[in-house]
């Protein structure tokens, strides 16, 4: 599929409104707060869009979203697309001073904020002059419109907006591991392309499945496997508002709304295997398929999760400037601890610093290109001039590729480590610390020894029922010594109750290097 396989005026709702000619009144999707069939979804993301059109929210004006993954989130998300406004979903983890950052950059003229959320974002409310109206899902004060009270009497119908397929629909704020977060910006024709290519072309859903997303909607992880993807074939989704570090929390919901497809990520899938008798406890055979993204899924984890359930993971790459999938291990072709071989419609390279293609087996960086592909950065000339590179994207991210074509991430740019004058990844160190079954999971960064030289350190969790001990030093050490070269090896290793992490789950290593 091709961008030019679309009609030229096209509106990313209409993944939402072709399920309503045959299956208006299916399940669209369930949650502890309710479930809705497609008829209902739709009507009232018609309610809301005419709610917003007496607001006088205009052609490419924009809305934020800051709410757990509700029912509201979905509807009040299709209803801004629906009158050509461009949605925002904002991380629901970030500070105070970061939301104000966000609401002035994306000059936000709506916001919808769960209750729960009013507090950390109301100190800074008065500070964006473009923001005309608040609206509150759940229980408010006097001084904000209530969410229901909001689209009350609003007509369920609708027409939407006439939009051209380029135009911009949705800001997503990438989390990134410095910084402040950058604005990507993607248009209507985006949705459907990855739904295509990745949803249908290369995870094979259908109409009969049913999503659930650890990845929360903000993230285009999460949207696309928990949304797009379902609704663009008509199946169903399962929203989840908790934690996804509540492990438990996550199988009850896979127990009690029987998904089969698992979108995750490689802490979530390590912290399940680390509950005792997990799949004794909860029952999971309701799953088929099962995603992963974000971080590099180290291969022990891959084969514990297999031994555990019987199912492969699929491990991916993916990010917010492409909107989804680029990469992937599909079904009968998985190599665990790799990330794939591209997929259809995605061209892959891997460069060297004066950007020359590197051969099969070196480290270089990686550059994809794709019709998904974002153009630039809301508001950062210098940042996008260094990322979008004509037709490439340059990602930061570092890999290999093997001679069977599968690509190996080797980690971040900046997080690459030169020991002894040789590059060392510390994604390879992270896999090998993840063999010994007493580990959860680990970061590996560079420290400086007593001569000013550049060294592995690893910070290391352990299981809940295994205690830090120096005999468990000594057999990590000798597994590294078994499984890594001599300048590979940590010279420190130190255990921690838990790594810093981004609100999408990234390892913050930067945050690791001075301790």
């Not at 479930?35 to 059109?53: D, H, P, W, Y």
């Not at 994306?106 to 959320?117: I, K, Y």
């Not at 291969?299 to 491990?315: F, H, R, S």
């Not at 290999?400 to 980690?411: P, R």
Request: contains cysteine; charged residues 25%; aromatic residues 10%.
């Amino acid at each position: 599929m091709k961008a030019a396989d679309l009609p030229l005026y096209y509106n990313m709702c209409e993944i939402l409104e072709h399920n309503l000619e045959t299956r208006a009144d299916k399940t669209a999707l369930l949650s502890d707060d309710g479930s809705m069939t497609f008829g209902e979804v739709s009507r009232q993301v018609n309610q809301i869009g005419n709610a917003l059109k007496k607001l006088d929210i205009r052609f490419g004006d924009c809305v934020a979203i800051l709410c757990p993954d509700r029912p509201e989130w979905v509807t009040t998300f299709f209803a801004i697309t629906k009158i050509g406004g461009t949605a925002l979903g904002m991380n629901t983890l970030l500070k105070t001073q970061e939301y104000d950052y966000i609401l002035g950059d994306s000059r936000a003229r709506v916001l919808l904020v769960h209750e729960s959320l009013l507090g950390v974002i109301e100190p800074v409310l008065a500070n964006n002059t473009t923001l005309i109206k608040v609206i509150v899902i759940g229980e408010t004060s006097h001084d904000y419109t209530g969410f229901t009270s909001w689209i009350a009497g609003e007509a369920q119908t609708l027409e939407a907006e006439r939009t051209h397929r380029d135009d911009f629909c949705s800001l997503h704020y990438s989390s990134g591991t410095t910084g402040m977060p950058k604005g990507v910006l993607h248009a209507h024709k985006d949705y459907p392309l990855i739904a295509q290519l990745s949803g249908v072309d290369v995870f094979g859903l259908t109409e009969q499945d049913r999503t659930f997303s650890v990845a929360k909607l903000f993230f285009v992880y999460g949207i696309g496997g928990n949304l797009i993807f379902p609704w663009y074939v008509g199946a169903s989704c399962v929203l989840y508002s908790g934690s996804p570090r509540q492990v438990a929390g996550v199988l009850k919901t896979i127990e009690a709304h029987k998904p089969t497809v698992f979108v995750s990520v490689p802490t979530v899938y390590g912290a399940i295997l680390a509950l005792p008798n997990f799949n004794e406890r909860f029952k999971t055979d309701s799953l088929r398929l099962c995603l992963s993204a974000g971080e590099a899924l180290p291969a022990p984890v891959w084969q514990a999760w297999k031994e555990a359930t019987g199912l492969e993971i699929l491990d991916t790459i993916g990010c917010t400037e492409t909107y989804h999938t680029f990469m992937a291990n599909v079904p009968g072709a998985i190599r665990p601890g790799s990330s794939g071989k591209p997929i259809a419609g995605y061209d892959v390279r891997l460069v060297d610093d004066d950007g020359n293609d590197i051969a099969d087996g070196e480290v270089g960086h990686l550059m994809v290109r794709g019709e998904s592909t974002a153009l630039f950065y809301l508001h950062q000339y210098e940042k996008s001039r260094h990322t979008f590179r004509g037709e490439w994207l340059f990602t930061g991210d570092r890999y290999s590729k093997d001679k069977e074509g599968f690509y190996w991430h080797a980690g971040r740019g900046d997080d690459m480590l030169k020991v002894g004058g040789l590059w060392v990844s510390p994604v390879e160190i992270e896999s090998a610390l993840c063999e010994h079954e007493a580990v959860t999971e680990c970061a590996v960064v560079g420290h400086y020894d007593n001569a000013e030289l550049l060294k592995p350190k690893a910070f290391v969790c352990l299981k809940d029922n295994i205690t830090a001990s120096n005999e468990l030093l000594g057999e990590l050490l000798k597994l590294c010594a078994k499984k890594l070269d001599a300048h590979k090896r940590p010279r420190w290793i130190e255990f921690t109750d838990d790594l810093p992490r981004t609100a999408t789950g990234k390892v913050q290593r930067f945050r690791l290097r001075g301790q």
